[in-house]
Structure formats: C-alpha cells, structure tokens
C-alpha cells in the first residue's frame, strides 16, 4: 500500500482529447487479449498522475483461476512503470451495455485511485459511458 488513503478527496479532472485517447487505446489493447476460454476479449488503459496512459489486456489460463482481468494487468503495467496515482480508467470490452469492472478489480482500483477518479466504459464502437470510482465500489476495504 502507498501513502494514501484508499479515498481522498482528489480530483480527477479529464478532458475530452484524453478521454478520446484512453478508450482508443483500451479499444486497441484488446486485440490482444488471451481470452480463448471465455471469447470475452477486455482492454483498459489507465491515466496516471504524470499523464501517462498503461495498458493491459485479460489473460486466461487453463487453469481458469489464474485468469487476470484487463484492469489489474493495465494497473500492474502502470505500477510497475512508477505511476503513484490513478486518474482515469478506460475500459473496452465486446458488449453492449459495456461491461464494468469485477468487484476484485474495483478494490484493486481504489488502491491507487479514488472516490473521483473515473472509470469509462467503453462498447465496441460507440459511445462510452462515464462512472466514478465512488460510485461503483462505496466503502471500499482499507487498512488506512
Ligand atoms: N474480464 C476482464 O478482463 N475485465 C472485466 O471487467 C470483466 C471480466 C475478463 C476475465 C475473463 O478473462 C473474461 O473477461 C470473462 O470473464
């Protein structure tokens, strides 16, 4: 865990050519997603504190539970490039409405967000939908 409380009061302005630019590349890091089990291909990309997008894609496994979501892979990358503090999320996935986050991927999320940093939701082609952290995972669990 870092300095922060899961939730600060932080805000988590976006604008719109960065918005544009996250759910582009969430829509293109899909592609690559190892999804042979579930067919169910998911991009995210991540906005940082420094304005620096991340990107991961789901991984499945034989072994189904090893399987790791989109989002933790695309905030795995942004950790491990040094980013402290999650903006934004873009999330692309192959349905219509999109899919939101899994309930694990919401608390890994306010690990590194919080209740303002926004979480857009992104169909195949389209428009994509806004939500914030806040919203989609009230009370989350913290040490802090
Ligand atoms: N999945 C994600 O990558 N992110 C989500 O938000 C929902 C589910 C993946 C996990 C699995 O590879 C596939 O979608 C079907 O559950």
Redesign the pocket.
């Known amino acids: 865990m870092n300095a922060q409380p899961a939730f600060t009061a932080r805000q988590s302005r976006i604008d719109a050519s960065v918005r544009r630019a996250l759910i582009a590349a969430a829509r293109a890091v899909r592609r690559n997603?190892h999804?042979p089990?579930?067919r169910?291909?998911?991009g995210?990309a991540v906005w940082d504190e420094s304005d620096r997008v991340h990107t991961g894609?789901?991984?499945?496994n034989a072994s189904y539970g090893l399987?790791?979501?989109?989002?933790r892979n695309a905030i795995a990358a942004a950790i491990g490039a040094g980013a402290k503090h999650i903006r934004a999320i873009a999330?692309a996935?192959p349905t219509r409405p999109p899919?939101?986050?899994?309930g694990a991927?919401r608390q890994v999320l306010a690990e590194f967000g919080d209740a303002h940093t926004l979480v857009v939701l992104a169909p195949p082609t389209g428009t994509a939908t806004d939500r914030r952290l806040g919203a989609l995972l009230p009370e989350s669990f913290g040490l802090r």
């Open positions: 997603a999804a089990y579930s169910f291909r998911v995210a894609c789901n991984v499945e399987t790791v979501c989109a989002e999330v996935s899919a939101t986050p899994c991927c």
